[in-house]
């Protein structure tokens, strides 16, 4: 009986210790962290509240209960607009850490010593869906990283497209670099899980989202919970002026993949995330990534979407987070004393730059430019005829095998479905001028060859 109450107590552990679930438990840790109440509960000027207005009890009037007051009036204020685009995603904390010196083609402080970490916010996202959506549609996914560097924060904002799905995770644009002899490099950023790439097939994403639209939420949370934080090795494909020149507009297209057999990967750090957010509204929904956050030898790219996107994002975020968005917390460039001279508007303002002369330049000792740095210019990019469907030809006639064409054709079907006709002719048109057994195959499984 002994034995058997002791294999029971053994085996009533291991499960627990197996459904440990960080998602799960977190109230619970907070209590088993805390003595008791951690303090009073105030009203928003700092009051504190008494028990008779806490439960609201029948005879007092409301508007002399300011918990109530507080309460009734925040929840009609606290829900912000979410991202127009990428709206529905989840983050995390840790760091970044050089592997590699890449010091000959960027002068960036936080990449030039081997060892040295900079502490960094990372954001995935799907791209089109709500911030209520599931983790799971079928999308293009977003992986941005913000690096809170002692020059400033630099913001990576990239995407996963289904067409480098077989080489990468992260392809950014080309951004270019510049070093400490103002030599000019182009880089397109790589960011590939150490875990390797798994992915979903359709219907089993679709099975999972029905009951569970948080699936890949919940699972960054859960593993970074549990100790196993993921991690992922950076590495840039380096394209010399000369490179770009001949490659022309297509090197700085998004969508397209620089051939890595031309432009191989070179390592030059990794990143870990090890730590969870503890408000997701603080720090995760607050976070705002701008193409414009770069630091001292990173210029961004040349190409317009890029130009369109520097503007984009600040005003996307001026909207749904206010003007002061860069100064809320997460936004801050903690690493390093800001001075913008610009002060004032709705909140959070922070110390609103003290007593710091409000204009530049002036006689008593404000802050002063950089006199050491020099304005670097963009290269202009010339687009003769575009040519867009070569890749898409490619990705399908050679590298997909033919279980892939054929799923990838289903989806199509399934997507295609329910858009009326005319959508559908067209798509089958498009699809044709890629290959055309792509589209005559999605014609005959929908009927319309
Ligand atoms: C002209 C083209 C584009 C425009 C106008 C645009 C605009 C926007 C806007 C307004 C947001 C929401 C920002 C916010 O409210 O915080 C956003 C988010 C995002 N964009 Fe773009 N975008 C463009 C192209 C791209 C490209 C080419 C990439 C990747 C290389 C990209 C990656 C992302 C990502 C990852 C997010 C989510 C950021 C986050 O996690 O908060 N976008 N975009």
Known sequence: MLALLIIFAVSVMAMQEDQWDPVKNHMLEFKENTDGPIGMLTSSGGAPIPYCEATNSLNNRLINNEFFMDAITHVN??????????????????????????????????????????PIAVRFSTTQGSRGSSDLNREVRGFSIKFYTEEGNL???????????????????????????????????????????????????????????????????????????????VSVQILSKADVKRMGYKAFEVSRVIPTKDFPLHPIGKIVLDKNFNNFHAQIEQLAFCPSNLVPGILGGPDI?????RFAYRDAQSYRLGGNFKKIPVNCPFQTNTYTINRDGVGPVGSNEEDVPSYYPNSFNGPEPNSESHCSSLIKIYEEKAYNFDQAAEFYANEL?????????????????????????KTIKLLTTIHPDLGNRVAKQMNLS
Not at 84 to 108: L, P, R
Not at 305 to 309: F, N, Q, V
Not at 401 to 425: G, H, W, Y
């Open 401 to 425: 095998t033919s279980d892939e064409k054929t799923r990838l054709i289903e989806n199509l079907v399934f997507e295609l479905q329910p858009a009326v006709k005319m959508i559908q002719e």
């Open 155 to 233: 913001d990576l904002i990239g995407l996963k497209t289904p067409f480098v799905s077989l080489i990468s995770s992260m392809p950014q644009e080309e951004i270019q670099v510049v070093n400490k002899n103002r030599e000019i490099h182009f880089v397109r950023f790589h960011i590939l899980p150490d875990a390797g790439i798994k992915n979903l097939m359709s219907a089993e994403a679709r099975n999972i989202s029905s009951f569970d639209p948080d699936y890949v939420s919940r699972n960054l949370y859960q593993q970074i919970g549990k100790g196993e934080f993921p991690s992922w090795t």
């Open 305 to 309: 979407m890029y130009e369109s996107r």
């Open 77 to 118: 204020r606290e829900r912000i607009p979410e991202r127009v685009v990428h709206a529905k995603g989840t983050g995390a904390f840790g760091y970044f850490e050089v592997t590699h010196d890449i010091s000959n083609i960027c002068k960036a402080d936080f990449l030039n010593d081997v060892g040295k970490k900079t």
